[in-house]
RNA sequence: GCGAGAUUGGUGAAGUGGUUAACACGGUGGAUUGUGGUUCCAUUAUUCAAGGGUUCGAUUCCCUUAUCUCGCCCCA
């Protein structure tokens, strides 16, 4: 026999059963907040035309797609959730309700060198809320109230959304004295985070950008303080339309997260945040753990003023965020934030002592099905001690014991796994016990 | 796409130019067949990524290839 080394592709995360609970846990919660807050689930393909992901054709989304021929048809994996989106409102724009709030918590794929914390196979769970031809700025606001209760709902830690507005920043950029492309600044701006202030001050000089601009960079982008001393600093600052319109953005944003119920401890305004994506035109956001900034960016997203315009005539503005699921898990699961292991799921496990019990014991786990409750039943002949051996390694907290004197009285003995103890009851206190635990 | 390092069983790993490749975890079986999580015993890699070379002899030295990890780029 030539035996095949059973291994995954480098890139791509898989679970174990104890895990994959903790993972659906998490994925359940963001799901539930979701729906709490009005959005409609969608799912789409895998799979797309080419020609319907590359539409835009950014330089390095053609260097990570997976992208292959079957017959005639050129096909990539889906990179992210928002092109998809893009394409699926404007395939079905006739038929959809807007302003249209839905979330797809689904699959991506990134053919990308692998590293910490990077998947080439990874969950996106995105909100996005679109309008048509117009969408009102209190969404703007709505999207970090959402993110607000599902980070609190995660129960992971303090964390701080960090809020900022490229109209802010595009209209500062105006000012300054540089043919410099106002992408290449943000780009290093964005990195602040990670190489420091000086590294950035000379990857800035090394743009050719005058010292006297690159110092009126710096000091615009270390504007800190209360959200109001931010706000009072911006107003200051002289500029065009597009800077102006980018404040009074930001100000409505803030006050309407504060209408929204959002505690003003879990946001702050960040002028440094950029966002590598250009299509971003308005608010943006990104959400980092206070206790462990290195972590990175948990969700990220903002404001566009034209989702589907590769796609369709239709002016489709509309506000997006996305929390990397399967990186959050991941690294989570390394700072051994995320603790509670539960093997399974069943709540107590039935046991027939010996082959003659396999029928009663079948009765037994019908009623409790049929009740309801999470169970399974152990049907390998095996020895008892082994039976009670694989009850104890998934870890289920009560086992139901049938043996030929419990068959005779037609009674169960329930034994609680953690304490040891046990009774023998009649099936339809047992089944009551369970239910009123419920 | 560029740069650096690694590659020993199911997993974490120690190790050496020379007859049987530590140790730990895990797995399996057992310690008077109606009671598990502890303990004890047994067992668990003819083989050190693949191919070639040096050598009396290589898992250990050299070369090539493959793979993986970590940076950069970019991003969740």
Redesign the pocket.
């Known amino acids: 026999m030539n035996r095949v ?1 059973p291994k995954t ?3 791509f995360m898989e679970l174990l059963p104890e895990d994959q609970i903790l993972f659906n846990k998490m994925c359940d919660t963001i799901k539930n907040v979701y729906e709490r807050f009005g959005f409609v689930p969608i799912d789409t393909p895998v799979l797309e035309y080419s020609e319907i992901l590359l539409a835009k054709a950014g330089g ?1 989304t053609e ?2 797609i997976y992208r292959f021929s079957k017959g005639d048809n050129d096909i990539s994996l889906r990179f ?1 959730l928002t092109v998809p989106l893009a394409r699926y409102t404007a395939e079905h724009y006739d038929q959809l309700i807007f302003p249209f709030k839905r979330y797809q918590i689904s699959k991506v794929y ?1 053919g ?9 196979e ?1 969950y ?1 769970c995105d909100i996005d809320i679109i309008g048509n031809e117009k969408l009102d700025t209190i969404y703007e606001a709505e999207v970090p109230a959402v993110i607000y209760t599902v980070f609190r709902e995660l129960d992971i830690g303090k964390f701080t959304i960090r809020i900022n507005n490229r109209k802010i920043l595009n209209g500062f950029f105006e000012t300054l004295h540089t043919d410099v492309d106002v992408s290449e600044i943000l ?1 290093i701006i ?2 602040i985070d ?2 420091g202030i000086e590294s950035m001050k000379k990857e800035l000089l090394h743009l050719n950008i005058q010292e006297e601009e690159v110092m009126k960079i710096l000091n615009f982008i270390q504007i800190q303080g209360s959200t109001q001393d931010v706000l009072d600093a911006l107003q200051n600052l002289n500029g065009g339309e597009t800077l102006k319109q980018g404040i009074k953005e930001l100000c409505d944003v803030i006050q309407n997260l504060k209408k929204f119920g959002v505690d003003d401890a879990y946001y702050k305004i960040d002028l440094t945040i950029a ?4 299509y971003y035109t308005g608010t943006v956001y ?1 959400t980092i753990l206070d206790e462990y900034p290195k972590l ?5 997203g903002g404001r566009y003023d034209n989702l589907s315009e590769y796609y369709t005539d239709k002016v489709l503005p509309g506000v997006g965020i ?3 699921l ?3 898990f991941s690294k989570l699961k390394e700072m051994g934030i995320l603790q509670r292991k539960e093997k399974s799921l069943i709540k107590v496990l039935v046991i027939p ?2 082959e003659m019990r396999k029928s009663y014991a079948l009765e037994v786990i019908k009623e409790l099905r049929k009740a309801g409750i999470a169970s399974d039943i152990y049907l390998q002949d ?5 039976k ?2 694989y ?3 998934i870890g289920v907290p009560y086992v139901v ?1 049938l ?4 068959e005779n009285k037609n009674e169960v ?1 329930l ?6 103890e ?1 009774d023998s009851i009649c099936l339809s206190k047992l089944l009551q016990m369970f239910m009123s635990e419920k």
């Open positions: 080394k592709l480098p890139g390095e260097k990570q992210d990134r990308e060198r692998p590293q910490k914390g990077r998947f080439r990874f996106q780009r964005d990195k990670k190489i966002r590598g994506l250009d990104e990175g960016s948990i969700c990220s996305s929390i990397g399967t990186r959050l002592f010996d095996r020895g008892f001690k082994q009670l051996k009850a104890n390694r014991i043996g030929e004197d419990e003995t034994k609680n796994m953690e304490t040891g046990q």
